[in-house]
Nanobody, 115 residues
């Protein structure tokens, strides 16, 4: 059974930082390109960042220079370091393969950026 479990969200002030984690099981994690996605209030889910099996990273324009995706294949875990957070980063954050696999969507982790 495939599971992707996100954690690390919370309430943070503008300009603050958070580190999200996504623990995976049931997939050959090291061979997968994986990504972080988010869905803000009243918005469609969007792709945020991706990392290939070789470690190549890509980002949507709105987070370039502020977010960093990384992976630890030994722990089957992918991370998203988020710095200089803005209110518009408020969303539920999810991890999934890239491109996404419908059956792999988890509950996500809520990130709220507010003063």
């Amino acid at each position: 059974q495939v599971q992707l479990v996100e954690s690390g969200g919370g309430l943070v002030q503008p300009g603050g930082s958070l580190r999200l984690s996504c623990a995976t099981s049931g997939i050959i994690f090291s061979s997968k390109t994986v990504g972080w996605y988010r869905q803000g209030p009243g918005k469609q889910r969007e792709w945020v960042a991706g990392i290939s099996s070789s470690g190549r990273t890509t980002y949507t324009d709105s987070v370039k220079g502020r977010f960093a995706i990384s992976r630890d294949n030994a722990k089957n875990t992918v991370y998203l370091q988020m710095n200089s957070l803005k209110p518009e980063d408020t969303a539920v954050y999810y991890c999934n393969t890239l491109p996404a696999t419908r059956a792999y969507w988890g509950q996500g982790t809520q990130v709220t950026v507010s003063s």
